[in-house]
């Protein structure tokens, strides 16, 4: 142990010796006497009162025989006394003494013989209670087949903080010999990259005495290529009187409950991540966010960079055409792409709703074609070359730093739909085959959901496809009536409706006006809103009131296997200048008088077409030149955060402030400031407005049109 284990204080002479109390003698509290030559007391200590209990003043001169030991051991004690002072050499034993409270204790001997500058005999005795000799023996013992025999690696280290003691265990622990730490700090023993950490910590706990426990230090890496993990605690040593001599260290080798605990916190992990998926992706069924979701899965918890890429083949028709029949090169669309920071990776990967041609040469076509994982763990130059898809794209993964690659096919229902890539750069710990799996099962699970997005986009654009085909292609030609219409289909999910519009000329220059909506979404109620619409066009015909009209409706809609639908209708006549009108249980619509301030009509509400057995009701307003009549369906005005009546009232604002516009600006108008990005119904508008007369023509007399209609006065109901 070096000098400066021991701290420097004061003394008469100036030097630099250590005077604090608190060493191991006293702990022992030894003793000192001297007798002369006749077996007199001439010195006694003050811890010789403390073991055998006398005063000094009460042995000094007295014959220390006589005073301390009992008669049958006196002539033994006086032959051993002759011997010191003979010059037979020291004598140390156990030898028991009379305490001045009578009893008799063992006490532990050290005597020699003193000479002084006369060239007289003294006979020193050191002595210490037996019991704290032994106390102390045991203490050592212990302490020092604890230090050699432990599986602990103990270690002291003094002031300096360089180590004075290793034992055994520390020594197999980082494999270096006892000799080879003496005199050296943890910095230039310990191949670790938190050493320098450690020191810090270290002359803390020597200042303030506070342990550290358990503290991790990661060690070299051993056999198999794992790198070595040890657990540190440290404690302040001390002497009895608080002289602070340096610190503990002690050592354990956890590498093995490391290894194992973080394979654990991965299996954690990738089960969270699983359940995860279940939740965030496929959400809804548009193609784009199914794999925007999964890319945002994915990164940055498990790659730096991810990119989900669908064959084109599977894009273009609902039925699956798997990458594994087609020979040579695949087409592939990136439907996400997806970065943890801003990276040159992103620019290196394929654009967003763009199509890419890889030949058979790229890691992603040979993932799509044989539908099995590819595993780059550590990525090379040549590597890059066949992830990118050319060269000026292979330097920015370079640039990027990307060193591991992952790609794992898109499977569902036993086809590869596509692939989701994978990449790591700063995340320097590469994948491996937990990683396949853990890859794996999220593709699979998000496979389906991409699949029922992609089969739901087909029959969505199969709808729109066929309500565009069943909807008017062109502006009717009609006498003294402007009218501009609009079809909106949902934005949030592309849900194609039943909502449908229509001006039909009508003989007399009158024309039939119809909006309506069939309930529910997709082909068949694309193909509802037809047949509904050719019969409304087959009743207009017939020159029927509007009441009528929907009563013929509402029993076609019965026959049509539960179908149900709103739908309002009204005939315009321009030689009588009235609009006459009817509701099947649809919003109602806006009344713009020329000049005046819009307004909702108050029409029988009815029900809807296919309930049965409500009758309908006409309604005939003045409808003069410069006159609007704005039909609609609920899409424009219910939403799920707002109350229709606010809704209404902002739809009669809008066409307040249109007013002075032509009827198109006014569709456009209305559409722009009510319609969301994430409305889930589709809309219908129809606007009319009245044209002054060329020629008026009053058609059909009083008795004609009682007849035609079947009904009497302004208001009238279907028989």
Known sequence: MSAAAFPAGPDAAGSDLAWEPGGLLDVLGVAAIVLDASGRVVLWSPQAET???????????????????????????????????????????????????GRTIPVEFRNTRLQD?????????????????RRVEQDLSLSSRLVAHSPIGLAVLDPDLRFVLVNPALERIDGRPAVSHLGRTFREVAASPDVAALEPTLR??????????????????????RERVWSVSLYRLQTPGRLVIGVAASVVDITDQHHAAHAAAQARRRLAVVADAS????????????????????????????????????????????????PGTAVFRALAVKAAYPSPAEAAADPVGEPARYDTERLVTRCARTGRPVLVEHVTDGDLTRIARDGPAAALLRQAGVHSYLAVPLRARGVVLGVLDLKRAR????????????????AARAAVAIDNARWYRHQSQAALALQRHLLPHGPPRLKQLDVAARYQPASAAVEVGGDWFDAIPLPDDRTALVVGDVMGSGINAAATMGQLRTAAHTLAGLGLAPA?????????????????????????????????????????????PAGQAPRLLDLPTGAPLGVGGVPFETVEIPFTAGDDLVLYT???????????DVRLSALTDLLAQSASLPLEETCDLILGALRRPDDHDDVALLIARAQPASGRDHGLDGEEEHARDHGHGRKEAAP
């Open 634 to 644: 609920d899409g424009l005005v219910e939403t799920r955060d707002q109350d229709i």
């Open 279 to 326: 939740e965030r992706v496929g959400t809804t069924l548009d193609l784009d966010l199914t794999a925007h979701e999964l890319a945002d899965l994915v990164v940055p918890e498990f790659a730096d960079i991810a990119a989900v890429d669908v064959l084109e083949s599977i894009l273009s028709g609902p039925h699956l055409r798997g990458a594994r029949a087609a």
């Open 427 to 442: 995340n320097s710990v590469a994948f491996d085959q937990d990683d396949v799996l853990l890859a794996g099962e999220l």
């Open 204 to 225: 803390e706990v020597l200042r303030t005495g506070t342990p550290v426990l358990a503290q991790t230090l990661r060690g070299p890496v051993g056999p198999g290529g």
């Open 51 to 101: 073991v055998f209990g006398y005063r000094a003043e009460e042995a000094l001169g007295r014959p220390a025989a006589r005073l301390l030991v009992e008669a049958r051991h006196r002539h033994l004690v006086l032959s051993l006394f002759e011997r010191v002072l003979a010059g037979g050499g020291p004598w140390a034993g156990v030898f028991p003494v009379r305490h001045k409270d």
């Open 117 to 133: 500058d006369q060239g007289r005999f003294y006979a020193l005795g050191l002595a210490s209670d037996r019991t704290t000799v």
């Open 548 to 592: 009528v009209i929907l009563d013929q409706l509402d029993r076609t809609a019965a026959d049509m296997d539960d179908a149900m639908a709103t739908c309002v209708y009204a005939v315009y006549d321009p030689h009588r200048e009235t609009c006459r009108l009817a509701c099947a249980g649809h919003p109602p619509p806006v009344y713009v």
